[in-house]
């Protein structure tokens, strides 16, 4: 699907909340609802969006298709690499269980059932965001001991691999280290996600480059079926899960201008909010630019 067929077809109010559905709702994730269809999962990305791990009042209309428009671009670029969760013909699916609506043919994915990991896989070409906080303080992210003197959004000498714990809704996830998520996963385990996370970043980083942007950070999460073969699941390289940055706007030593929610976080910064519930709204300006940054990066993946 290109961009001209997803642009369209965007809402003009944000789709905060998927219900009539006649499928038994399984989760209620910070964006994603989670049905069960019985032999597979029927994922649907809302418009809602978080920040700092809290659930805004106000959506971004048309995210949650930009998401999973996004997504599935990068399943099928990166399915030489691993295999993901996504049923082969999903139009097939669709029509299969009766889910006609185009907004939530958009928006929606049909995937296997998985075990999902207990960890989020976090990979780092620059250093930004909590990678810069942490480094501020310790010299170290996720226990891995940086040079002296690097800036904020330095690009590193070579990507690192940074989990985190995998917080339930309405708390933060906490960075952990190769010790810590080899106890979670396994040696084995652990060892396989971290090299496939590097390579899937590496992978993301030099098609974003050919699209005139910068992948700084991502995170990607996996699962294993009965036989414990690894999939890559939920959503992948989205602005949602990853920093995207214009690469003829790039610089180091201060936070580059980018195409997903630091935007929105920057802002939320700035109100001096404790990051607890009650979240304060956005106004209309700060959606209608976070919505022109998500699609800017669709369209310049897309074409």
Known sequence: MNFSEISPSLPITAVTRIDELPFPRMAS?????????????????SDRLSAFDVILPDGIPGKGIVLTQMSNWWFAQTQHLIQNHLLPDQPGEFARRGITSRDLQLRSMIVRKLQPLTIECVARGYLIGSGWSSYQKTGEVCGIKLPAGLRQADRLAAPIFTPTTKAPKGQHDEPINDAQGAAALGPKLYAQVKAMS????????????QAGMILADTKFEFGTDAADKLYLIDEVLTPDSSRYWPADRYAPNQSPPSYDKQFVRDHLLALKWDQKLP????PADVITRTQEKYLTALRNLLG
């Not at 609802?33 to 032999?39: A, P, R, T």
């Not at 590097?198 to 480059?209: C, P, S």
């Open 29 to 45: 994730g910070k964006v994603r609802e989670i049905f069960d269809l019985g032999d597979a999962l029927l994922l649907v990305a």
């Open 279 to 282: 979240a304060p709204r956005l």
């Open 198 to 209: 590097l390579t899937l970043y590496q992978f993301g980083h030099d098609r974003a480059e």
